[in-house]
C-alpha cells in the first residue's frame, strides 16, 4: 500500500514533480484533427485560438495503415505550429493494442514540452491509469522535462464505468474523463448504433385519461424523449468532482444535426461538465457558446454574490431578489458561474467585452 505522504513524489528519478491541484483551463471544444490526412492538417495552424484545446486523433477514425503516419504527423505539426493559449492534446492509441507504446515512446521525448494532455481510451480500472503514470514519469526524466503531462480517460466500457471513482483517484496526473459512447454503448450491448445523442425509442409515455382499454389502445398519447446516458454523466461528474478533475461530453456523431447537437452538450453543461468534443468545425462554435455561461446567467450570479457579501459580509444569511430567497447554498451556486466566467474572460476577447458590459442592479 502506498503512503499518501509518496503520492506526490515523482515516478522515477529525475522526473517533474506531480501537480498539487489540476490548472482550470479552459476546455470547451476538443476539436479533434486526423494527423494523416494532410488536408486536415494543413488546416491546423490556422485553427490555433479557435477551440480551446487542439486534438491530435491516433487512434479510432484512423486506419490501421495510416497509424505511423498519423504519429509522424502530429510530431511535425506540434514542432511547426506555435500554439500560444491553445492547448495541445493527443489521444493515443489503446493500451492493449500493437500502437501504444509507439505512440508514447515516441511523443513524449520529442514533443512533451508542447503536449499538455494524453487521452487514454478505453480505461478499465486504476491498474491502466498506474501504468501510464510510472511509463510517463520515465519518459520526462529521460527528456528532461520540466512539467508533468497530465493524463485524461475516456469511460468507454462498463468496468471502466464501475471502477470511475478509483480511476479518478489513481495519479495526481489526472485531468478528467470523458464519456465514450459508442464503444460503451457495444460493451454494455445497449441497442442502439448512436454516436452520443439520445433515442425515439428511449421515452416515457404521458398517462391515459381512462382505465378503459379500449380508450387506451386508441388514444394519442404524448411521449417524451430520454436520455441514455444521463446515469453515465452524473456519476462520471460525482466521480471527477470529488478528485478535483473535469468531467466532458464526449462526440456527437450526427454532424448535420446541430440541434440536438447543441441540446446534447447543453445537458451536459448543466449537469457539470466543462466541455465537449468536436468532430467538425460547425461543433466548435456550439461547445464554446453552450459551455460559457449566458450573459443573464452571470449578471444574475454576480447579483446574489454582491447582496451575499455586501459590506464585507460572509455570504451566510439570507435576502430575497426578485421573489426569490438566496442564501448561502445560493451563493456558491453562483460563485462557480462567476469563476467560471472570469477564467474564459482571459482567453475569450468576445466574452470578455460581454461580460464587462453587465450593469448589476441592486
Known sequence: ?????????????????????????????????????????????????????????????????????????????ARE?????????????????????????????????????????????????????????????KAGLRRPLLVHAILETARGVANVEEICGASPRMQGLSLGPADLAADRRMKTTRVGGGHPGYLVRQDPESADPEAIRSTQRTTYQQDLWHYTIARMVDACATHGIFPYYGPFGDIADLVACEDQFRNAFLLGCVGAWSLHPTQIEIAHRVFSPSVDDVRHARRVVAALQVDGGDGTGAVMLDGKMEDDASLKQCLVMVELAEQLAKVDPALAEQYAALEIDP
Not at 528519478?13 to 476539436?31: D, F, K, N, T
Not at 514533443?111 to 487521452?119: E, H
Open 81 to 141: 505550429t506555435e500554439f500560444a493559449a491553445t492547448q495541445l492534446w493527443t489521444r493515443v492509441n489503446a493500451l492493449d493494442s500493437p500502437w501504444f507504446l509507439d505512440d508514447i515512446t515516441t511523443l513524449v521525448p520529442a514533443i512533451g514540452d508542447k503536449l499538455d494532455v494524453v487521452m487514454i481510451p478505453k480505461v478499465q480500472g486504476a491498474e491502466d491509469i498506474h501504468y501510464v503514470d510510472r511509463l510517463l514519469a520515465q519518459l520526462e526524466a
Open 1 to 77: 500500500m502506498r503512503s499518501a505522504k509518496d503520492f506526490f513524489r515523482p515516478l522515477a528519478v529525475g522526473a517533474p514533480e506531480p501537480l498539487r491541484e489540476i490548472p482550470a483551463r479552459p476546455s470547451r471544444a476538443l476539436h479533434f484533427f486526423d494527423p494523416s490526412n494532410e488536408k486536415m492538417a494543413a488546416k491546423v495552424p490556422g485553427m490555433v485560438g479557435t477551440a480551446d484545446v487542439l486534438l491530435g486523433n491516433l487512434e479510432d477514425a484512423v486506419r490501421a495503415d495510416n497509424k505511423v503516419a498519423a504519429r509522424e504527423g502530429l510530431l511535425r505539426i
